[in-house]
T-cell receptor
Framework: EAGVAQSPRYKIIEKRQSVAFWCNPISGHATLYWYQQILGQGPKLLIQ????????DSQLPKDRFSAERLKGVDSTLKIQPAKLEDSAVYLCASSFPRVSGGTPGETQYFGPGTRLLVL | GDSVTQMEGPVTLSEEAFLTINCTYTATGYPSLFWYVQYPGEGLQLLLKATKADDKGSNKGFEATYRKETTSFHLEKGSVQVSDSAVYFC????????????FGQGTTLQVKP
């Protein structure tokens, strides 16, 4: 079974530029998560989708970050314009929920992440 | 709010030593608890989990017991190997909270031959 795919693996940009990350979840997984992992910290949720609907985007800096999940499969996370503090690893995860909105005991499967450096 | 606290790292051990990584949590409901591991250059992988009090999760020689009375989920292994060198994350998810994971800051383990 193929895992969660992400691209690119690495990206270096200058501040105020824009950047986009792509995620393809495990086939059949309805729930998709984007996490931000700053160096030395644990991952923090940015946004969660159930199929193509947003379940939780309370921690997403909406003035600069946006995400979409068209057709309920692939997802794209965008930052525009980027700031120095956005330097982090962006992780995509997916899960197969038993009930709508996800369940607390459900295993999430993570992709390899995209490492972003903003100069 | 809900949170997870892990022991500070890095932890350096010799091969075959006993490992304990402490994890405590604060949660408003009854959380499920997880240990994820991140090997160098790889993504996060689920190591083990427990979904209710007194459950023991185990995998690859690692164990952790969900202790509601002490709000803890400490990770243990009786004999570590060099290949266990990685970053270990304790996490929780709470019922009614969409299933999102709340992570601790991670603990780096280095095992020397």
């Amino acid at each position: 079974e193929a895992g969660v795919a992400q691209s690119p693996r690495y990206k270096i940009i200058e501040k105020r530029q824009s950047v986009a990350f792509w995620c393809n979840p495990i086939s059949g997984h309805a729930t998709l998560y984007w996490y931000q992992q700053i160096l030395g910290q644990g991952p923090k949720l940015l946004i969660q989708f159930q199929n193509n609907g947003v379940v939780d985007d309370s921690q997403l800096p909406k003035d600069r970050f946006s995400a979409e999940r068209l057709k309920g499969v692939d997802s794209t996370l965008k930052i525009q314009p980027a700031k120095l503090e956005d330097s982090a690893v962006y992780l995509c995860a997916s899960s197969f929920p038993r009930v709508s909105g996800g369940t607390p005991g459900e295993t999430q499967y993570f992709g390899p992440g995209t490492r972003l450096l903003v100069l | 709010g809900d949170s997870v606290t892990q022991m500070e790292g890095p932890v350096t051990l010799s091969e075959e030593a006993f490992l304990t990584i402490n994890c405590t949590y604060t949660a408003t409901g009854y959380p499920s608890l997880f240990w994820y591991v991140q090997y160098p250059g790889e993504g996060l992988q689920l190591l083990l989990k427990a979904t209710k009090a007194d459950d023991k999760g185990s995998n690859k020689g690692f164990e952790a017991t969900y202790r509601k009375e002490t709000t803890s989920f400490h990770l243990e292994k009786g004999s570590v190997q060099v290949s266990d060198s990685a970053v270990y994350f304790c996490a929780l998810s709470v019922a009614g909270n969409t299933g999102k994971l709340i992570f601790g800051q991670g603990t780096t383990l280095q095992v020397k031959p």
